[in-house]
């Protein structure tokens, strides 16, 4: 199908484009690598009558790496471009581990980051890393600007904190300790599907010890959500086998997932116990 009329806008600047999102409010939708609005508008689930193709403004497509503790990431930054980022270390990994579970190729040479958070799928690979790093979403319209950590972001499914006029500009992530451990695993039936149960994990190591955990599940509820079971078990565990064993545990004990065409409740938390091992896993390789 095709998509119904709308008015296209490619502004130059951040401030035309949100003067143009002002103007035209819950009619105007912000284009970012069109890889969930323009198949959502062909098939009129979505029919904005005013398009705001972000596309020109480059200031939104950077990675700023120079900042001691957090690394910025422009809502534009394509999926591609975190694969093949230059960040390094622990975050580095982690975001290029997850990256390549994000679609197939041709997906994420044009879907974005901010993209993806904003469309605010619970299965999103993006979501879900979002979630486990206490993200802090940047949000700016014609008279202000605020940040929303990823708790607060995330709503329900499709669902976000961000206004109308709001453009997500970028994203602050926490860079991770040299040593950390960085783990992610996800179930899906085909390879570039949406994951069924996807699980980030991060690890605080101290030698054999954890110091701390974080770890995130998409696909069990409306957003993503942290195990803060399994995370509890862990903190000042001892690494290795019974400490995975005992979290996998803990997360599928922690959650009441829902059920849909693609698995039961049953067979999500059993895949929540799977691909929190395979992520814990990962992250004390
Ligand atoms: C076949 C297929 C398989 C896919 N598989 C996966 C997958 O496995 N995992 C996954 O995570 N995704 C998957 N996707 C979706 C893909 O990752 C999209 O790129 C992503 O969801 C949206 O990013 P986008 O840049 O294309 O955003 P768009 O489609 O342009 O926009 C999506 C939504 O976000 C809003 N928006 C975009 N940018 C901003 C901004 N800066 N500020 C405010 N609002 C904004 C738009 O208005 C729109 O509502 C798949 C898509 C397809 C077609």
Redesign the pocket.
């Known amino acids: 199908m095709k998509p119904a009329s709308f008015e296209y806008f490619a502004p130059d600047t951040v401030e035309e484009a949100l003067g143009l999102l002002h103007e035209h409010g819950d009619d105007a939708?912000?284009?970012?690598?069109?890889?969930?609005?323009?198949?959502a508008m062909n098939f009129r689930l979505?029919r904005p009558a005013a398009i705001v193709d972000?596309g020109r403004l480059g200031e939104?497509a950077a990675i700023d790496d120079s900042a001691p503790d957090t690394v910025a990431v422009g809502?534009?930054v394509r999926?591609l471009d975190l694969e093949r980022n230059q960040i390094g270390g622990p975050l580095g990994r982690l975001l290029a581990a997850t990256a390549r579970?994000?679609?197939?190729y041709p997906?994420r040479v044009?879907?974005?980051f901010?993209?993806?958070l904003?469309?605010a799928?619970p299965?999103?690979?993006?979501c879900v890393l979002a979630r486990a790093l206490d993200a802090e979403m940047h949000c700016r319209r014609t008279d202000g600007a605020r940040t929303v950590s990823a708790v607060d972001f995330f709503e329900m499914v499709f669902t976000t904190a961000?206004e109308p006029h709001?453009?997500?500009?970028r994203v602050v992530l926490p860079r991770l300790p040299d040593g950390s451990g960085v783990g992610m695993a996800e179930f899906?039936r085909r390879s570039?599907?949406?994951?069924i149960v996807l699980a980030v994990a991060v690890l605080d190591l101290d030698g054999d010890g954890i110091r701390g955990a974080r770890i995130a599940l998409g696909g069990v509820a409306g957003r993503p959500v942290r195990a803060a079971g399994a995370e509890q078990v862990l903190a000042g565990a001892e690494a290795g086998p019974d400490a995975i064993a005992a979290a996998a545990a803990a997360a599928a004990d922690g959650i009441d997932p829902v059920g849909d065409i693609h698995g039961s409740p049953e067979y999500r938390r059993d895949l929540v116990r799977a691909m929190v091992t395979r992520a814990l896993e990962q992250a004390l390789a």
């Open positions: 939708k912000v284009l970012a690598g069109g890889q969930s609005l323009v198949p979505a972000i939104l809502a534009r999926h579970w994000v679609g197939h997906i044009r879907g974005t901010g993209g993806s904003a469309h799928d299965a999103a690979e993006w961000l709001e453009l997500l500009e899906a570039g599907d949406f994951a």
